[in-house]
């Protein structure tokens, strides 16, 4: 295996932009961090984007180059998996917003030459759908075989087929949701003003000093539970004591869900920024796609020529099966193609990174299809 | 309505104890703070011992002497009410470890005579019931005509008659459980940490300083998610914004539910101490009625003459039905009397605490039939 193969093609472009904004303002030029896997076929026809969530980046199958971690989602994507780079050409962005490369609050404002902090401009799912419209115009890649994404990614695929329609013709969304509901937003605030609490945030203008890393690990903890399901904590740890035959009677870690929690806290910290969870929180928060289309969310697909995939996961509360059902029921009143499984996995929403055959077989088998 | 009627009997108890603790220690003295209503009758049949959540206090049915708000229960506890003091004896005690009078960490230590902090001993819900029994004994109230609690009440109500079943004779268990599981755990520890983050918690020490009101306030927020169902958030809130027509784009609270939650958590630390909600969240993880009976929850009731009413809501997600029926599987192998009921609600676990005629009627009916 080269060096290329296991830690990708980590590339960067910048590109002069300006990207207009649905805030109302503009970036320029706009810094897009991303890998590729495979080569793109003479037709063009072979191009498949991959979409992260929330804490995702770019190295979608391969190394991360600062947790030495394997590719989040190489279960999916690789030699023999659904998406393979010997039959496709596959691209994967950090989002805007976020702390891997491309653009966000932790990069230099051009006019100051200090990080943007909280001077950044607030932006949306459909914001990063367009800066990664100008990465493929870049790339020369004009129509997508597939846009492909679970959580987050999900949405940015959602957001593609209806604002980009003639450019995509598949479209899976795994775990996902066409709006966020009053209970996402709520987790996600609590998120933000942990974050906000922590008096090291100083208003976002921490970069020459430490980041506010206790609260974005509340922020990660409390996100965490809404990521797995009851049972399957339950399964995974229960009221089993931490290396303890009894309880301490104290405050330390006595629960192995304790310790386990704090360590997906601490661990976050030393890999993302507190300000891109705060902006890219706000942006899953905004996201409704139905209001983007005079509040119908059938209009956003109308007269589509796109084909979708929705998967679902049943023990997934974050966003629940109810919610994909009522994309794929956008998707019919549309006229639209759309196949639609539910999925049984006691992991909840994390089931979509996890080992999952039958999710596999259905996006295998989506793409094939349709080719 | 006299002053007494309108505030209740706010009284408190210096009893000598000591008080011996399931963490091996004791306390002594056992400060407590409690309320009465009605007068004990000539045969002492018929005191009512009501238990408080975790966040409630003793003033069930009277005016709060710190915020001025009306009882936390008065839809149960009143005149005409299931719970009645023209009827009853009722008896409502601030638990153990808590802040509204009863000994807790911002108790003076009698050795150091400086608040405990976190030098008070870690306690449990059956802590908290021998110090409501001891209250019992100086009140001269022998056998209680019922015990009752939602919540964490009812947690206390179900160790009440695993601990003392001679001196129950009816149990109201609602919108509870017999143990707290994995994600019970899981929401508690997020809170802790948020509290421990904020510097001015000072590891416990600040009652000469400010307190740690950012840390508990998004303590408060993660919580109280967990007290509303997903319906009953979208009925209340769904994506509306906060008195603007369009979104901010900014961080500012735009939706509604951002406003409400941020207000839950800035108004909670006015009425609450970090410490107590450190060492009664703790108290309640600890919680597991089978462990402390030989690993079989049926234990806990073996030979019981108590009677036993549950009542669960079905869109509780905190303590669901299925944690009720386990405690009424437990019952009924133990031969103990049970009756239960799953009430319909889209309110979640806050519906025990809201008006709902069916509980009146299911509660006022299991108090008459076992008379």
Redesign the interface.
């Given at each position: 295996m080269s060096h290329d193969q296991r830690f990708g093609l980590q590339r960067h472009a910048r590109l002069p932009g300006p990207l207009r904004l649905?805030?109302?303002g503009s970036l320029s030029p706009v810094e897009i961090a991303y890998e590729t896997y495979g080569t793109l076929s003479p037709d063009g026809g072979n191009a498949v984007l991959i979409c992260h969530a929330l804490t995702g980046d770019q190295h979608v199958a391969s190394v991360h180059p600062r947790t030495g971690k394997p590719g989040w989602w190489t279960r999916m994507v690789g030699e023999g998996r659904p998406i393979d780079p010997a039959r496709h050409f596959i691209v994967c962005a950090n989002v805007l917003g976020s702390c891997m490369g491309s653009s966000g609050p932790a990069s230099l404002d051009p006019l100051t030459v200090k990080p943007f902090a909280?001077s950044f401009?607030?932006i949306t799912i459909r914001d990063m759908v367009r800066a990664q419209a100008m990465l493929l115009d870049h790339l020369g890649v004009g129509k997508l075989a597939a846009v492909v994404g679970g959580s987050m990614g999900g949405m940015q695929a959602l957001s593609w087929a209806a604002t980009y329609p003639e450019r995509v013709a598949r479209c899976v969304v795994i775990a996902s949701t066409a709006?966020?509901?009053?209970?996402n937003?709520?987790?996600h605030?609590?998120g933000?003003?942990?974050v906000?609490?922590?008096?090291k945030w100083q208003g976002g203008a921490y970069y020459d000093d430490e980041p506010p890393a206790?609260?974005l690990?509340?922020a990660r903890?409390?996100a965490h539970?809404t990521y797995?399901s009851?049972a399957g904590?339950?399964e995974?740890?229960?009221?089993r004591l931490q290396g303890r035959d009894a309880?301490s009677?104290?405050?330390d870690?006595?629960?192995q869900?304790?310790s386990y929690?704090?360590h997906q806290?601490i661990s976050f910290v030393d890999r993302f920024d507190a300000n891109s969870y705060?902006y890219i929180t706000?942006a899953m928060?905004?996201f409704?796609l139905a209001?983007e289309h005079g509040g119908r969310l059938a209009n956003a697909f109308k007269g589509s020529a796109t084909r979708f995939c929705l998967v679902s996961f049943d023990t997934d509360?974050l966003y629940p099966t109810a919610e994909s059902r009522r994309v794929v029921h956008a998707l019919n009143a549309a006229g639209a193609a759309a196949s639609f499984v539910e999925l049984s996995s006691p992991y909840g929403h994390d089931a979509f990174l996890l080992d999952s055959p039958e999710l596999n077989r259905v996006v295998d088998g989506f793409l094939k299809a349709a080719a």
């Open positions: 649905d805030g109302g909280m401009p607030v709006r966020h509901t009053a209970q937003i709520a987790f605030e609590v933000r003003q942990a906000m609490a922590d008096p206790a609260g690990a509340v903890m409390a539970i797995l009851e904590l339950t995974k740890f229960g009221r309880k009677f104290g405050f870690a006595d629960f869900v304790e929690l704090r806290g705060l706000r928060d905004y409704d209001e509360w």
